[in-house]
Nanobody, 115 residues
Framework: QVQLVESGGGLVQPGGSLRLSCAASGFTFSRYIMLWYRQAPGKERELVARIASLGGSTTYADSVKGRFTISRDNAKNTVYLQMNSLKPEDTAVYYC????????WGQGTQVTVSS
């Protein structure tokens, strides 16, 4: 069956870094655009970053440009989100999304930025 499993979240101090991973299985990963979303308490889910199916094109939300980097390894069926210079406002549950012929979501991983 289709699975997207996020990992790498946790508690980090402001200015710190985390790398999120999303491991995919059950579908042809290389045919899907991959996206990271986040949802903070009381707020709508927002798009953070996306990467084309073959990894050649990326886009970012203005709020994370220059700090976050999305990448993928199609041989490992995994997409990553490197998050640097983290701010308290980055605190949220982060979800990966596979978008192609169908759309799949992971269960989310909590990122908390706090001193």
């Amino acid at each position: 069956q289709v699975q997207l499993v996020e990992s790498g979240g946790g508690l980090v101090q402001p200015g710190g870094s985390l790398r999120l991973s999303c491991a995919a299985s059950g579908f042809t990963f290389s045919r899907y655009i991959m996206l990271w979303y986040r949802q903070a308490p009381g707020k709508e889910r927002e798009l953070v970053a996306r990467i084309a199916s073959l990894g050649g094109s990326t886009t970012y939300a203005d709020s994370v440009k220059g700090r976050f980097t999305i990448s993928r390894d199609n041989a490992k069926n995994t997409v990553y989100l490197q998050m640097n210079s983290l701010k308290p406002e980055d605190t949220a549950v982060y979800y990966c999304n596979a978008r192609g012929p169908l759309s799949f979501w992971g269960q989310g991983t909590q990122v908390t930025v706090s001193s």
